[in-house]
């Protein structure tokens, strides 16, 4: 972090004030640093197809926490990834496993076998094995908890870490914003550190939950249109044109054929989605197919769509998932750049105070 702060507005804190208000900040997210092992309390979301080596250890070297996402990775796959990214930063970082993967145990397996000192378990309950093999294993266990009683759960099961994620954030959401989540859980649990996730984009949004009694926050928004980001140019330019209100989650037409809302631009794929649920249903009505077919054309309909976007650049009809926090991307900025900024505004708020 520079010694010289540059502010919204091209103000500059004088040195005095910048040592007060970084050591306030430090004060504040000092359980997370500490648990991360970082200089700052920030961890980048697990984004498939674009949380990788590069964006990974890019954020890991300018002080976060990256995290990769190993999505549908065989274990070799992401034994490769791990080693790769291993190649670019010697700072701490973390992979996010679905829990849900048929190859779960194996992939824990694989991380600790590498040294990988945080396992991040989303997508569902924890399952014992997983969470004992983790523990046995040495490493910490990052859990996302939907909300206070199974926060409560988690911890009592193994949980080292909570991540609350609120429905702002991109890709699959919860019905439950960060500000209700962060109000449930924050004041009522302090046995570990809580970070916060969904629709920040700002450093004085981090400071405030904070001081409301998080450890830290995680991003995936900002950094996925960030330099260091592989996802295609196109996939990038969507995030700096979109608005807040460009980013919905997916719709459900009927309650028969459950969807799992997914926060992304709305374009093209996202249109014809509705078409092809009210297609499904027809066809379901008039006897054409079981209700199990029905369900199954609905699901497969968005099959490789995320990759359509993030890698080919075809933000038309891709899943180009994004959280409200888009609004906030203006440029293209380097990972590093992006932490520096919000620990700034961080600090300028912190500051204004005095």
Known sequence: MPDTAILDGATALDSHGLGRARARLDRLWARG???LGTRTAIMGGAMSWVSERTLVAAISNAGGFG???????????????????????????????????????????????????????????????????VKDGGARLVCFAPALVLARRFVRTGADALVIEGSEAGGHIGPVSLTVLAQEILPHLREVPVFVAGGIGRGEAILSYLEMGASGAQLGTRFA????????????????????????????????????????????????????????????QSGELTREAAQLEIEHFWAG????????????????????????????????EVIEELAAQAMAAIAARD
């Open 225 to 284: 249109a960030s330099r260091d980001s592989v996802a295609h140019p196109n996939f990038k330019r969507a995030f700096v044109r979109a608005n807040a209100r460009d980013a919905l989650p997916s719709v459900q037409l009927d309650p028969r054929f459950p969807v799992i809302p997914v926060r992304g631009l709305v374009n093209e794929g996202t249109r014809r989605f509705l078409d092809a649920q009210a297609d499904a249903l027809r066809r379901y």
């Open 67 to 133: 995290v990769i996402a190993c999505g549908s990775m065989g274990p070799a796959q992401l034994e490769a990834e791990i080693l790769a990214t291993q190649a670019l930063t010697a700072k701490p970082f973390g992979v996010n496993l679905i829990t849900m993967h048929p190859a779960l145990d194996d992939l824990v397996q694989v991380c600790l076998r590498a040294g990988v000192t945080h396992v991040v378990l989303a997508g569902g309950i924890p399952p014992g094995p997983a969470v004992r093999a």
């Open 33 to 35: 640093t500490a648990f």
């Open 305 to 336: 769509a995320l990759r359509r976007a993030v890698v080919d650049g075809d933000v038309e009809n891709g899943s180009v998932m994004a959280g409200q926090s888009v609004g906030m991307v203006t440029g293209e900025q380097s990972a590093a």
